[in-house]
């Protein structure tokens, strides 16, 4: 392969077939959605619990209402990174893994911004019971933000800055 000045190009990239694409991408899918499940897992449990205990009932109407948004949220998020386990198992040995991994990557995603969501709504609750300082929305915004950083911002930059 040459450019136009006749020069060799570098070639970047695999040398796989469609299949062969799809198993790697299925893999390494995978263990991402491990990492995830792993975190939303904890999260979900911990706030499961949280209605049982005496504190709860001394929780004023918003902060009831936002750990009621936060628990549906964080099952949610638990629902979207545990699908691509359930779409794999349901389509597995269809030959359509390419669109399998298609789908079960943007179900990923949506479990990702579904985490944030419930992370910054469980730090938005703890941090309003544990200080009732105006300053809790700040912290939570400046969380939200580092979040949005380094898991969205930082990996679309890289992915714009470094693919042709």
């Given at each position: 392969?040459?450019?136009?000045d006749?020069?060799?190009?570098?070639?970047?990239?695999?040398?796989?077939?469609?299949?062969?694409?799809?198993d790697?991408?299925?893999?390494?899918?995978?263990?991402?959605?491990?990492?995830?499940?792993?975190?939303?897992?904890?999260?979900f449990?911990?706030?499961l619990?949280?209605?049982?205990?005496?504190?709860?009932?001394?929780?004023?109407?918003?902060?009831?209402?936002?750990?009621?948004?936060?628990?549906?949220?964080?099952?949610?998020?638990?629902g979207?990174?545990?699908?691509?386990?359930?779409?794999?198992?349901?389509?597995s040995?269809?030959?359509?893994?390419?669109?399998?991994?298609?789908?079960?990557?943007?179900?990923?995603?949506?479990?990702?911004?579904?985490?944030?969501?419930?992370?910054?709504?469980?730090?938005?609750?703890?941090?309003?019971?544990?200080?009732h300082?105006?300053?809790?929305?700040w912290l939570?915004?400046?969380i939200?933000?580092?979040?949005?950083?380094?898991?969205?911002?930082l990996p679309?930059?890289?992915?714009?800055?470094?693919?042709?």
């Open positions: 392969m040459t450019d136009a006749g020069g060799a190009k570098r070639r970047r990239g695999r040398n796989e077939t469609e299949e062969e694409r799809a790697r991408m299925w893999l390494d899918l995978l263990q991402e959605v491990r990492v995830a499940q792993m975190g939303v897992q904890i999260l449990g911990f706030l619990t949280v209605v049982f205990t005496p504190k709860y009932d001394d929780l004023r109407s918003t902060d009831q209402s936002i750990y009621i948004f936060t628990v549906a949220v964080g099952a949610a998020a638990t979207a990174l545990i699908g691509p386990v359930s779409l794999h198992r349901l389509v040995g269809r030959r359509i893994k390419p669109q399998a991994v298609e789908w079960a990557s943007r179900l990923t995603l949506v479990g990702l911004v579904l985490l944030l969501v419930t992370m910054a709504s469980s730090l938005l609750l703890i941090l309003r019971v544990a200080t300082d105006d300053y809790v929305p939570v915004t400046g939200v933000v580092w979040y949005g950083v380094c898991w969205f911002v679309l930059w890289t992915r714009r800055r470094y693919t042709e």
